[in-house]
C-alpha cells in the first residue's frame, strides 16, 4: 500500500517557524521528484516547492523564496520542508507531493496571533 504520511503542522504565531515531515512508503520514494503544495479555503491549491530525485535541485513558489527550504532524506524515504518567518498568508492544508503521482492526507498549518 502506497503511503505519503505528513506531520508536523501546526499553530504557529508569525514570525515562528515549523518543520514539516512527509514519510513515504509502498514506491521507490528515491526515484521519485518530490513536492509540497498548499490549498487553503478559497484559494486555488499552489507548488510550494519541488526537490528532484537525489535533491541535486530545487523550485519553490516566490512567495516562499528565502524562507522555507525543501530537503529530503532517501535513506529515510522521507522529504521534509523547513518553513522559517511564517506569514498568515501561509495557513493551509500542506500536502506532499510524489511525481509518480501519489498524495498525502496533508497537515493543517495555521499561521495566527
Known amino acids: 500500500q502506497v503511503q505519503l504520511v505528513e506531520s508536523g503542522g501546526g499553530l504557529v504565531q508569525p514570525g515562528g517557524s515549523l518543520r514539516l515531515s512527509c514519510a513515504a512508503s509502498g514506491f521507490t520514494f528515491s526515484s521519485n521528484a518530490m513536492s509540497w503544495y498548499r490549498h487553503a479555503p478559497g484559494k486555488e491549491r499552489e507548488l510550494v516547492a519541488l526537490i528532484s530525485s537525489v535533491g541535486g535541485s530545487t523550485k519553490y513558489a516566490d512567495s516562499v523564496k528565502g524562507r522555507f527550504t525543501i530537503y529530503r532524506d532517501n535513506g529515510k524515504n522521507t522529504v521534509y520542508l523547513q518553513m522559517n518567518s511564517l506569514k498568515p498568508e501561509d495557513t493551509g492544508v500542506y500536502l506532499c507531493?510524489?511525481?509518480?503521482?501519489?498524495w498525502g492526507q496533508g497537515t493543517q498549518v495555521t499561521v495566527s496571533l
Open positions: 507531493h510524489a511525481w509518480a503521482g501519489y
